[in-house]
């Protein structure tokens, strides 16, 4: 079968990628096709027959089955373009499948009769997570196949162990964060709080976790955040693998199955970015969730896996005035 897989692919989010190689393990084809915004990155991690760039070569293609899945897509700005692409498969058959997504706080106001019509074609349709789970059903969409929950099963995607970081015989504790205004706000604003949950951790080493250096946002920069984080509040511990903050390195050795094995050999890891929380899910780390207070996504990722985390995980929210 010539299966397309559509998703936020191609612009520098390891997480994202990682959701690619579990939609394809998910759905085995005989033939891949990937929609990626630069398949000279995705290229790295898979190698499907082709690459497709834009909706005119995916009807040219004219794939048998689609499978729509990864992160960054249930929001307004990309469902619908993503959906009236799959109305417009419907003209020559194809089987349409969403997967493993997660959704924005949306209402139905954006659902056009295509979208509708497209939703109702749909042979399967799941998220992640307990709150995209009711917002989907909030649309009222009346699906010939109720919608279901995965649970991010890309936590269970195997790590690549090839690769030894040399990393000292010493605990460790991980430290990942976006470069997003919001986040230097929330740290700015709890600094003595953040200092001294830290304080637990002084004798370990600390150890940067980029999960996203993307190709245009600057507020997707892991590598920055990181590198701000620990100016900003004075932290002089020892940092072991900086050569992950060097973009050139981190592009050319880093993977989404080689992060989950770094994070494997954390004791712990304090993370903004979900999909590092994922991996150390699967990799069986304590994760503390570290975010601002009024962004929901690590709350949707803990309370949907909370009978699954390591011991010792649990979320850090910051509040802010």
Known sequence: MKTLFLGSYGFGNLGDELCLLDAVRAFPSSENHVLSYRPTFTGKFIKPESFIENFNQAKILRPERIVLGGGGIGTLSMLPRFLNFINDALTWNAQCHIYNIGVANLDSSWITPEIRRAAQSLASFSVRDFTSLRIVNRWNLDLSVPPTLTRYPERFYPEDDSVDFNLPNERKVGISLTNQAIMARAVDENAPLILDFLKPYEGYVLVPIVSTIHQYEKTEDDAA?????????????????????????????????????????????VSQRKHNCVHAFGANTATIGFYPGQDDSLPRLFNTVSHETPVGSRLFPLTML
């Open 225 to 269: 955040a990181f590198s701000s984080f620990v100016s900003r509040l004075g932290i002089r511990q020892k940092i072991v693998l900086p050569q992950i903050l060097n973009p050139s390195w981190w592009l050319e050795e880093m993977s989404p199955t080689r992060l989950k094995s770094l994070i494997g050999e954390l004791d712990v890891l």
